[in-house]
């Protein structure tokens, strides 16, 4: 009897030793789908769709909190691309979120009529535009994702969107166009 205890003792030890190694040396940092989310995800940063940033939606959908049509920036393709990735049907974007822009815009300030009162950086989700109180401000272009924060709270009315200019690194194929499928036949 004393000599089965000890054996079951042992390889309990045994199998507590492995289990203890194998947390240690496979242990996943994160949730891998919303690491995949988030890496589909347009990174603006803007909150349109309910929640602070683009990684707490993207924890928020891969935990089935959160709907995959509530991304105006992303549109439809981001909308595709997620019903593809979580095996979901692909919806329209939610109107309530707000309406997918045509072309990419970025911020620019009319540095004429800036007063200089920070409320345009307080609002920028990206830390795209430089400038201190009481002095001029500008939006670094490169930074800035277009998410329109910065707009409402300027009291002159000094922040102009854009379109975003067609260069050789940001110009992309267009999409063909769908052939239509009826179910008449042709005369």
């Given at each position: 009897?004393l000599s089965a205890i000890l054996a079951l003792g042992a390889l309990a030890a045994v199998f507590g030793i492995v289990l203890g190694y194998a947390t240690i040396r496979?242990?996943?940092?994160?949730?891998?789908?919303?690491?995949?989310?988030?890496?589909?995800?347009?990174?603006?940063?803007?909150?349109?769709?309910?929640?602070?940033?683009?990684?707490?939606?993207?924890?928020?959908?891969?935990?089935?909190?959160?709907?995959?049509?509530?991304?105006?920036?992303?549109?439809?393709?981001?909308?595709?691309?997620?019903?593809?990735?979580?095996?979901?049907?692909?919806?329209?974007?939610?109107?309530?979120?707000?309406?997918?822009?045509?072309?990419?815009?970025?911020?620019?300030?009319?540095?004429?009529?800036?007063?200089?009162?920070?409320?345009?950086?307080?609002?920028?989700?990206?830390?795209?535009?430089?400038?201190?109180?009481?002095?001029?401000?500008?939006?670094?272009?490169?930074?800035?994702?277009?998410?329109?924060?910065?707009?409402?709270?300027?009291?002159?009315?000094?922040?102009?969107?854009?379109?975003?200019?067609?260069?050789?690194?940001?110009?992309?194929?267009?999409?063909?166009?769908?052939?239509?499928?009826?179910?008449?036949?042709?005369k």
């Amino acid at each position: 009897m004393l000599s089965a205890i000890l054996a079951l003792g042992a390889l309990a030890a045994v199998f507590g030793i492995v289990l203890g190694y194998a947390t240690i040396r496979f242990k996943v940092e994160g949730d891998p789908l919303a690491d995949k989310v988030d890496a589909i995800l347009p990174q603006t940063q803007c909150g349109q769709c309910g929640y602070p940033g683009c990684r707490p939606y993207a924890e928020a959908i891969a935990d089935n909190r959160a709907d995959i049509n509530q991304c105006p920036p992303g549109g439809e393709t981001v909308i595709l691309a997620l019903a593809e990735l979580l095996d979901r049907d692909p919806k329209p974007l939610n109107a309530e979120n707000g309406v997918a822009k045509e072309e990419t815009t970025v911020a620019v300030i009319d540095e004429q009529v800036c007063i200089g009162c920070t409320l345009c950086i307080q609002a920028c989700p990206v830390d795209a535009i430089l400038g201190a109180a009481k002095q001029m401000h500008t939006v670094i272009e490169s930074e800035c994702t277009g998410c329109e924060l910065c707009v409402p709270p300027c009291p002159v009315d000094c922040i102009a969107m854009i379109p975003v200019k067609e260069h050789y690194l940001t110009w992309k194929w267009p999409f063909p166009d769908m052939p239509k499928t009826t179910t008449e036949p042709e005369k």
